[in-house]
């Protein structure tokens, strides 16, 4: 395969963090277990964390689904993201899973890097058989589906929102705007639910639109972020003045996060994180390549805590 793109997450965080695969993770009481499933002819996997469910509780559970990056894998997004996000899992009861891309890169039968990859793969028929083996084997609630990811895991949360509208109810996209050409792939989306985290300062996915950039080479072009905003507002019937506007600057780190909220809508609200100086990285996350190459991380939020507030409303 001519690597088309370690557009990023990156294959660094797939070699340097391992996972408790088959194991209790680290600091958790739930349970990571990686499982297997047949997509036509091709053998797929993914993880499932099953968080510790509490004496007493009863009932169907919220499922998130968590996509890596380019270049990354199951077990780096979930060592990276699940030191946050399983401790909210066990809290509340949550099933997260992790997807696995073929080859580390996800297809979505559209885009210049899909075009360009050598072995092409149906991700979309995998997205939908695992959603349909999750709510068959495990006491998921069906209707509190959410996705999330970051960088062209972004990309596979918008993805599954437009060609998956039925099932999931909401997405929080880290760090990539909506790709241009998903805007015919969205083209009778229902509306849903959608919280936007994406930096000012990210080197190489522009907040204000134009092509993704790795090293020199340009990749899939993306909508600006306001337009992003734009689109999912508009579709939400929300109204195009803001209901809130929330500034969060805790921490001395030269970056601060404006929260606006669209929430007078017809249907489900929309949110911004707009990471004043944040870089192509998880907020709160790990510092896991060097500044000049992905920007910085942002600490005044914890972006597992925030996509978890914002799909706890549903």
């Not at 968080?51 to 997004?77: D, N, Q, Y």
Request: glycine content about 12%.
């Amino acid at each position: 395969m001519n690597q088309p793109g370690i557009l990023l997450y990156c294959a660094a965080v797939g070699m340097l963090l391992g996972a408790c695969v088959g194991n209790r993770a680290s600091g958790t009481a739930g349970e990571l277990d990686s499982y297997r499933i047949n997509v036509g002819e091709r053998e797929r996997s993914y993880l499932l964390y099953t968080p510790e469910m509490k004496l007493g509780s009863s009932g169907k559970r919220p499922l998130i689904l968590v996509f890596h990056g380019g270049g990354g894998t199951a077990k780096g997004i979930a060592r990276e993201v699940g030191r946050s996000l399983h401790a909210i899992a066990d809290r509340e009861g949550v099933f997260v899973a992790y997807p696995d891309a073929v080859d580390k890169m996800w297809d979505f039968g559209a885009g210049k890097i899909s075009d360009s990859l050598d072995i092409r793969v149906d991700d979309r028929s995998f997205f939908g058989a695992l959603l349909v083996e999750l709510v068959r084997g495990k006491p998921i609630d069906e209707n509190r589906i959410f996705a999330t990811g970051i960088s062209r895991g972004g990309q596979a949360s918008y993805f599954v929102a437009c060609q998956f509208a039925d099932r999931v109810r909401a997405i929080a996209p880290v760090a990539m705007p909506m790709p241009t050409y998903m805007k015919a792939l969205c083209a009778d989306g229902q509306r849903m639910g959608v919280a936007i985290l994406n930096g000012t300062d990210d080197p190489l996915v522009p907040y204000d639109g134009g092509a993704i950039t790795v090293g020199r080479r340009e990749r899939d072009e993306v909508m600006s972020t306001d337009d992003t905003v734009e689109f999912w507002r508009s579709r939400n019937a929300c109204s195009p003045e803001a209901t809130d506007h929330q500034m969060i600057d805790t921490v001395n780190d030269r970056m601060q996060v404006l929260k606006t909220t669209w929430a007078n809508c017809e249907h489900d609200p929309v949110l911004l994180y707009r990471i004043e100086g944040g870089g192509h990285t998880w907020p709160g996350g790990r510092q896991y390549l060097p500044r000049f190459v992905v920007g910085p991380v942002n600490r005044d939020i914890d972006a597992a805590d925030e996509v978890w507030a914002f799909f706890s409303r549903f």
